[in-house]
């Protein structure tokens, strides 16, 4: 089928993994491809058929599946989940208080013991929480996923048609109005609490929405400018940026300079200058100076909105952690069931407790039964984590990335640009020709490639003589090895390593420019080894990761990178071939991530587990690399893998609790030894227990 863009909705009324799943599988049953249900964070995201879809239809049925699509700037509801849980507690605590004081031996008057008194304060949370949570129940029922609500609909059910039935029958015995009131209650307000603290592990994305910049000086042809709304802004339009503002869009400097910002994108505090020829990011802030700007891309294409979509699509992967967790919760909810039947009949007929009192275990048995702990384990966790690698400037495609790179044995670096700062400085260039004719072949053969040491060369070369009447033709570039070119005789030009060349006996730590092998040049490069290059290495010998430097450079200068930083391995004048290979091998084993400036490296990060591009914010749409650094320093590969390992040890201790509580607190009711009404509170409790250990990881401290 042919698709269009990706689309993203967002749907209220999902509580756990099921209510998801109900979603899922309604979408898809409509003919929507590729469906991502993000319960927690109240998203869904698919690629929409090119046939028209009626939207109005798909939230007619989302409703009657209990659910509420938001459609453009749909009001929110009237009938809230706040108004909702305080209607019903209003009604709620009056029952409370009566079998509080009853329990404690305050006797009030009879008048207020009156069964039929206390169903009438019991009916409005009932009729609340019958229609709340009985819509959502049929919802799963209906599509094949039960979820947490067919519990709490039970339970609550349960225990007002039980009392009803004791108050016609005038057994006082068989009245338990207030567990039937406490649990609707109790499951709302925790669903109103779980909201408000979901919201919190959401709160990466919606700063970076709140980034855009709503309004533009839009120059116009008299010069003069007038102010936009930033949806008018189009690609190839002009703008006027001053001191202090947010940069509208992304685009390029065609005059004036200015210190901009860029650490909302990057999270790199240091001020860049901008520049005449500069690519400026929308929503970074000018510091000083003013400049007028080229707009190069709008919307959805610029780089704010690339960064957007990369976390949102993070967050929606799931780690192979979470396999285990979804499997168990689709069968939760029958199995509790069963259990709960089970209780009955184990307690009236061989335990001889009583039906009051069996019915009453059965009831906590559904209650406090929360599958709901597990779907939120993975999911709050890979949102906060995800988030704050997002704030630092680093971009992860998945959850699955995040798993992946936590638990690498080994890291292969490339040194160019990775170890090392990529601003060359041009040593010394022997001629063995003209100076002008060399120079003029040098600037033809490396204006044509996009390698750190071509752009040196030719911003060394600006300020020397290098006009020719030379032309060089088919010039190409030989990935790892070098550039080549031909004149109009066919003479061949070569600027590479010396075996790239052909020169035989040339300098092997030189560029050599050669002529069908003949030595017209050769050139001294150095390049400086990043600050924090050293203190990266030691830390990932100090937490047992292998280091490896892979390059396809000289053997002497990557033998010398090697010892001053203490790797552990080093490869010289590998061939993007050759690198790929050497991660095949590697990564069939263990997991292994390779971290390269994107260039020459794409095939070996492609084959990598965990491939980390080494970027500046204008290249993030790289699709070789799992994991992008949108500034090149190195500390970002140490912060990325110590919140990667803090975001696994907290989905791993979140599923801990939710299987430990479920193990636990289930056995405890079956035997009679917990209130439903307890059971309804703690329910809501290991909820905001998993939740509240994600959001510990918003305040973990990386070096």
């Keep these: 089928m042919e698709t269009v863009d990706v689309m993203e909705l967002r749907v209220e009324g999902m509580t756990c993994t099921n209510c998801a799943n109900s979603v899922k599988k309604y979408l898809e049953s409509i003919g929507l491809e590729d469906v991502a249900v993000n319960y927690a964070a109240k998203e869904v995201r698919f690629v929409k058929p090119v046939r028209e879809v009626n939207w109005e239809e798909v939230r007619k049925g989302l409703s009657g599946l209990g659910y509420q699509l938001i459609l453009g700037e749909t009001q929110a509801p009237f009938w809230t989940l706040t108004k909702k849980w305080v209607v019903s507690a209003i009604f709620t605590i009056p029952l409370f208080l009566f079998h509080m004081t009853h329990m404690v031996g305050i006797h009030l008057p009879d008048f207020f013991y009156n069964p039929w008194v206390q169903m009438f304060w019991c009916l409005v949370p009932f009729a609340i929480g019958f229609v709340h949570f009985g819509k959502s129940a049929y919802s799963g029922l209906k599509m094949g996923v039960p979820n947490m609500d067919v519990l709490i609909f039970m339970g609550g059910t349960a225990a007002f048609v039980y009392s009803l039935i004791g108050s016609i029958q005038g057994n006082p015995d068989m009245i338990f109005f207030e567990t039937s009131a406490m649990i609707f209650t109790l499951v709302l307000v925790g669903h109103w609490i779980e909201d408000r603290s979901v919201s919190q592990t959401t709160s990466a994305i919606d700063d970076l929405v709140k980034l855009q910049v709503e309004q533009a000086r839009m120059i116009m042809p008299d010069g003069n400018y007038i102010m936009v709304d930033r949806h008018e802004v189009r ?9 202090g503002d947010h940069i509208p869009t ?13 650490a909302m994108i990057s999270g790199e505090s240091v001020p860049v200058l901008k520049g005449k020829g500069d690519f400026v990011i929308g929503a970074t802030i000018v510091q000083s100076g003013n400049f007028r700007m080229k707009v190069t891309a709008v919307g959805h294409h610029t780089v704010l909105h690339k960064i957007i979509d990369l976390v949102k699509n993070a967050q929606m992967d799931k780690p192979s952690i979470q396999r285990l967790a979804d499997r168990i919760s689709n069968i939760f909810v029958p199995t509790v069931i069963g259990l709960a039947l089970l209780t009955i009949l184990i307690g009236y007929f061989v335990l001889a407790v009583g039906f009051q009192q069996a019915m009453l275990n059965a009831i906590a048995v559904l209650v406090i039964s929360c599958p ?27 959850g699955r990335t995040a798993e992946d790179y936590a638990q690498i044995k080994e890291i292969v670096l490339d040194k160019t640009g990775t170890l090392t700062s990529g601003a060359f400085r041009v040593q010394a260039i022997r001629y063995q020709e003209d100076e002008v004719l060399v120079n003029n072949l040098i600037h033809q053969l490396e204006s ?10 030719v911003d060394y070369l600006q300020a020397l003589p290098h006009q020719s009447n030379l032309e060089l033709s088919q010039i190409s570039e030989v990935k790892g090895q070098g550039m080549q070119g031909q004149d109009a005789g066919g003479a061949i030009y070569r600027l590479g390593t010396a075996s790239f060349t052909g020169v035989i006996d040339a300098d092997a730590e030189a560029l050599i420019l050669s002529r069908d092998g003949l030595v017209l040049a050769s050139i001294r490069i150095e390049d400086e080894i990043k600050p ?21 450079d000289q053997y002497a200068k990557v033998k010398e990178v090697q010892q001053v930083l203490g790797l552990d391995n080093s490869m010289a004048e590998q061939k993007p071939a050759d690198k790929m290979n050497y991660i095949k091998s590697q990564s069939e084993n263990r997991a292994i991530a390779m971290v390269g400036d994107g260039i020459n490296d794409a095939p ?4 990598a587990t965990v491939g980390i591009a080494m970027s500046d914010a204008s290249k993030i749409a790289m699709q070789s690399a799992n994991m992008v650094m949108l500034d090149k320093q190195l500390i970002k590969l140490k912060q990325a893998h110590q919140l990667s390992r803090a975001t696994l040890t907290t989905i791993k201790q979140n599923l801990f609790w939710a299987f430990a509580y479920n193990l636990v607190a289930i056995p405890v009711a079956m035997l009679g030894f917990l209130n439903p009404m ?26």
């Design 372 to 398: 709901c702990a597990m779907g939120l384990a993975t999911p709050t966790a890979v949102m906060v984590g995800v988030g704050r690698m997002a704030k630092l400037g680093i971009l992860v495609r998945g």
């Design 250 to 262: 992304d685009g390029k400097v065609i005059s004036g300079e200015a210190m901009v910002n860029e």
């Design 604 to 607: 070996a990060l492609k084959q």
């Design 532 to 552: 924090d290059a050293k203190s990266v290495i030691d830390y990932f010998r100090d937490v047992k990761v292998q280091t490896t430097l892979l390059s396809g």
């Design 678 to 703: 307890w059971g309804a509170l703690f329910m809501a409790f290991s909820d905001l227990v998993v939740i509240g250990n994600s959001v510990r990881l918003k305040y973990r401290q990386v070096a």
């Design 448 to 457: 044509k490639s996009s390698h750190p040491i071509a752009k040196s060369l």
């Design 235 to 243: 690609e190839g339009d002009f703008l006027q940026v001053n001191e």
